[in-house]
């Protein structure tokens, strides 16, 4: 599978990465990691998500596409929630913090923060949700 890599966001991230300064001067570990070639290759099935893509690794898969319909809904029922605080404002948070959710990926992380954010966000409140129902219906 040979992907067309667009070097001028890595330039980009990579000077971002070496201009920053973090507060506490602690590195973020390596936390999430992508599966390995080896056990990828002998059970694809297995370790590629089947219903729901949370995070970026499987996030654009057109296999995907029909469960961001319901994390989408579950992100407007979030909002609703809200109140007077608006969703933008949660992305906003979160963008702060992109250098840090980066740097917890194994893999280059090929698009802007904005949209990290937007992924994390809406991810988020679909995961939210789900435990919500998934607790309501348990008890």
Same mark, same amino acid.
């Given at each position: 599978?040979?992907?067309?890599?667009?070097?001028?966001? %890595?330039? #980009?991230? #990579? +000077?971002?990465?070496?201009?920053?300064?973090?507060?506490d001067e602690t590195e973020v570990p390596v936390s999430i990691f992508s599966v390995?070639?080896?056990?990828?290759?002998?059970? /694809?099935?297995?370790?590629?998500?089947?219903?729901?893509?949370?995070?970026?690794?499987?996030? %654009? +898969? /057109?296999?995907m596409y029909e469960m961001e319909r319901y994390k989408l809904a579950a992100a407007k029922r979030y909002q609703k929630q809200l109140q007077r605080i608006k969703f933008?404002?949660?992305?906003?948070?979160?963008?702060?913090?992109?250098? +840090?959710? +980066?740097a917890c990926y194994h893999k280059y992380l090929d698009f802007n923060g904005e949209t990290q954010a937007w992924m994390m966000a809406i991810d988020a409140s679909f995961l939210l949700e789900f435990l919500q129902v998934?607790? #309501?219906k348990r008890s």
């Open positions: 599978m040979n992907q067309i890599f667009d070097e001028i966001p %890595w330039v #980009i991230q #990579i +000077r971002q990465t070496l201009e920053e300064e973090f507060e390995p070639k080896v056990l990828m290759s002998s059970s /694809p099935d297995l370790h590629t998500p089947q219903q729901v893509a949370i995070g970026p690794y499987y996030h %654009w +898969r /057109p296999e933008q404002n949660l992305v906003d948070q979160l963008v702060k913090f992109e250098s +840090r959710v +980066r998934y607790a #309501i």
